[in-house]
């Protein structure tokens, strides 16, 4: 069985991903897996450059095949922030309740038609020494002006999806796999880890 490990030690993130990738065989691994591992380094200015650096990184460290994403929410009204900011847009010791919080006030009293934003991943597949593959998702919303769902994490609550009615924090799993940025650029590296890996295909 092949292995693959998910550079990140978000306990969602790997639910996610363990569950997009059911039935092709391939053992999940994650950094909570190797908690010896230093933390890694993102110093990129994109999305693409820290998800390839991580990806680089986690694969030198372990030695396995490793994919590692790196999203965020755009925001168009603040000129695209937070970007690649999103996970510390609060502070060094932001949370995502206090990442909320922030964004909700820099909003206030900003009108829907202008609160338009998305989440952007890129999910970049490298094995030692070596990117293999790297894919991009979007998924469009408007932020409300207060959270709603309790499922998710991150932005998950304020990013409100027209086609579903609902914010991403009130989908199901399953819905959110169907949509989610993450989950459309895991889609596209699939081909890729089934080949690397020899997995079967979901």
Known sequence: MGKLVVATTNRG???????????????????????????LVEEGDTFEDNAKSKALQAAGYTGLACIADDSGIEVDFLGGAPGVYSARFSGPDA?????????????????????????????????????????????????????????????????YVPAFGKTVA?????????????AQALRGLLPSIIQLLGARTP
Not at 20 to 25: D, E, H, N
């Open 13 to 39: 993130k790997v639910r996610e991903i363990t569950s997009m990738l059911s039935g092709t065989g391939i053992q999940i691994l994650s950094l909570l897996d190797f908690p010896s591992l230093p933390a």
């Open 95 to 159: 949370t995502d309740a206090s990442n909320n919080a922030k964004l909700i006030e820099l909003l206030h009293e900003v009108p829907a038609e202008k609160r338009t934003a998305r989440f952007r991943a890129v999910v970049a597949l490298a094995v030692p020494g070596r990117i293999i593959d790297v894919r991009e998702g979007v998924l469009e919303g408007i932020v409300l002006e207060s959270p709603r769902g309790s499922g998710g994490f991150g932005y998950d609550p304020l990013l």
């Open 170 to 182: 009130e989908l199901s799993l399953e819905e959110k796999n169907e949509i989610s940025h993450r």
